[in-house]
């Protein structure tokens, strides 16, 4: 087994026929779970250290995804919405909702690309592979964070 090629296409969810990088966000989301469930109060936490601890090697490993499939960005590599989601739900209190909201918003910002997320994609090697959804991540949690003001202003709590 190709312990870099199992990484970078997120435990082989990447080889999905369709719909790949939707299913390497769930999975991000159902890892994201897990953390939270095993980190308890702590889990906020352990998504930023996971975030900062996986962002430079995620980079590296899409250099490698390169080589290996020979063309840029290929669709079998999904860590890259894997970390676009974990980005998403940097510093948001837990709660299944939240999670739930994050994966939406940022499948929907990762597949509309806004400016500049589309000029992005076109840099080289595993930046220009991981810098698109690290970016969706961003517009996806500065929107839920909006939506959990505005919530809080009227009253309305999330389970």
């Known amino acids: 087994m190709n312990w870099k090629e199992f990484l970078f296409t997120g435990l082989y969810t990447g080889y999905f026929p369709r719909g790949s ?23 906020t936490i352990a998504n930023v250290i996971l975030v900062a601890v996986v962002t430079y090697p995620a980079i590296k490993l899409g250099d490698v995804a390169e080589v290996y499939f020979a063309q840029k960005d290929p669709q079998e590599v999904v860590l890259d919405e894997m970390l676009g989601f974990w980005v998403t ?43 698109d959804d690290i970016i969706a991540g961003v517009y996806a949690n500065i929107t839920i964070a ?5 919530m809080k202003m009227y009253g309305i709590i999330l389970v």
């Open 21 to 43: 990088g939707t299913v390497g966000a769930l999975l991000a989301l159902f890892l994201y779970v897990i953390l939270h469930q095993v980190c308890g109060s702590y889990g």
């Open 89 to 131: 739900m940097l510093f948001h209190t837990f709660s299944l909702s939240s999670a739930f909201m994050g994966f939406f918003f940022f499948r929907l910002f990762d597949i509309i690309k806004p400016f500049p997320i589309r000029k992005l994609e076109h840099l080289r090697g595993g930046l220009g592979i991981m810098i």
């Open 146 to 150: 909006i939506i959990m003001e505005v």
